[in-house]
């Protein structure tokens, strides 16, 4: 359906898809179809190890990986072989594990970000000499690194951002809200006509929250002020105010 409009498709997967269904995909022009595979993701049964590697041989360069940051020590090599072997797009999407507010998922904490910004390093570097490329999401704050680490990543071609922007997720119940963090910061399908119009009603709701980040330094910080980093991710900032629940959230953003 997705394919009839002339639209393009960005699918987010564990890389567990069902032999039958395929064929779509694989028929699918690569400009008209990106695949981003969460590498950290566990199937069920025996053979879950074989039916993944039997995607990726499939698509190969529709595949872009994406790792999750869920403890500070990790190791890429074994996904630059997946990308050798099976032809992948040459590089690698980072995420840092982020709380769903009011959830109980498993996140990393702002404490170890110094520690992972080391492993980042160390894995940027093994990247560069295999020519693949590491790409920041969201909530990765300047902080982390100093700025010649900065100065290093940018060397070695990684697409290192600060952010933290509304996502435009639309539930099924046609909320439109923040993100998949952040589903209390939300508007609705019948009050906005454009994209636009949707970004300008979340953000004026998020703003208030915004003016803070996930340490306590960051409402000083000149980096946060200068627009030049994100300040993390607003559901880890909200976790600092440690009585504020979902819906006190919530009766916070109506008034």
């Given at each position: 359906m997705i394919a009839s409009t002339g639209l393009?498709?960005?699918?987010?997967?564990?890389?567990?898809?069902?032999?039958?269904?395929?064929?779509?995909?694989?028929?699918?022009?690569?400009?008209?179809?990106?695949?981003?595979?969460?590498?950290?993701?566990?199937?069920?049964?025996?053979?879950?190890?074989?039916?993944?590697?039997?995607?990726?041989?499939?698509?190969?360069?529709?595949?872009?990986?994406?790792?999750?940051?869920?403890k500070p020590n990790f190791d890429l090599f074994p996904y630059f072989r997946w990308i050798n072997d099976y032809g992948l797009q040459r590089k690698i999407r980072l995420g840092l594990a982020q709380p769903i507010f009011g959830g109980g998922n498993q996140f990393l904490s702002p404490k170890l970000y110094k520690n992972a910004a080391r492993s980042i390093l160390i894995n940027a570097k093994a990247a560069h000499l295999e020519n693949i490329s590491l790409e920041f999401d969201c909530g990765f704050v300047r902080c982390m690194f100093t700025d010649e680490e900065w100065q290093q990543l940018d060397e070695m071609g990684v697409n290192s951002e600060s952010?933290?922007?509304?996502?435009?997720?639309?539930?099924?119940?046609?909320?439109?809200?923040h993100c998949f963090s952040l589903s209390q910061i939300a508007t609705s399908l019948e009050r906005v006509n454009t994209t636009l119009q949707a970004l300008g009603e979340l953000n004026e709701l998020r703003e208030p929250f915004r003016q803070v980040g996930i340490y306590p330094d960051c409402s000083n910080c000149d980096e946060l002020h200068q627009g030049r980093c994100c300040g993390g991710c607003l559901s880890l900032t909200l976790q600092r105010f440690h009585d504020l629940t979902p819906e006190k959230f919530v009766s916070l953003l109506l008034k």
């Open positions: 393009d498709l960005i699918l987010f997967s564990n890389g567990f898809i069902p032999e039958n269904n395929l064929p779509c995909l694989q028929e699918m022009p690569a400009e008209k179809l990106a695949l981003l595979i969460n590498v950290n993701a566990e199937g069920k049964g025996k053979n879950f190890d074989i039916q993944r590697q039997r995607v990726l041989k499939c698509l190969n360069d529709k595949v872009t990986l994406g790792f999750t940051i869920l952010h933290c922007a509304p996502n435009l997720d639309i539930g099924m119940d046609g909320t439109v809200f």
